[in-house]
Nanobody
Framework: EVQLVQSGGGSVQGGGSLRLTCQGS????????WGWFRQGEGKEREGVAT????????EYAGDIEGRFTIIRDNAKNSVYLEMNNLKPEDTAMYFC?????????????????????WGQGSQVTVSS
């Protein structure tokens, strides 16, 4: 059974940076694509970023691109979300996810049904 364990997150002032880490175990994670999602208080979970098995192909939510970067390290069975120029509206619980629905589009992989395994969540709080 695949298990995903997250670390990182915390509180930062607007304009600051944070990095989230997600490490997988229980399988060869280079056979899975990765995604990051977030859920703000009172809001639905939304896709933030996804990357392909090799990591070269990426897709971001519209308001994220240029500020966040998804990076995978297959040697460490890990994926990272580097977040720069954070805004108060980025405040949310962030989740990593892993999926194996191959031959699906990057846009589809920004949706929850694309994923079978989820991390426990990391709180990110951005103050103004």
């Amino acid at each position: 059974e695949v298990q995903l364990v997250q670390s990182g997150g915390g509180s930062v002032q607007g304009g600051g940076s944070l990095r989230l880490t997600c490490q997988g175990s229980g399988a060869e994670m280079d056979e899975y694509y990765w995604g990051w999602f977030r859920q703000g208080e009172g809001k639905e979970r939304e896709g933030v970023a996804t990357c392909s098995l090799g990591g070269r192909a990426t897709e971001y939510a519209g308001d994220i691109e240029g500020r966040f970067t998804i990076i995978r390290d297959n040697a460490k069975n890990s994926v990272y979300l580097e977040m720069n120029n954070l805004k108060p509206e980025d405040t949310a619980m962030y989740f990593c996810a892993a999926g194996r629905r191959l031959h699906t589009s990057l846009q589809y992989r920004l949706t929850e049904p694309a994923y079978a395994f989820w991390g426990q969540g990391s709180q990110v709080t951005v103050s103004s």
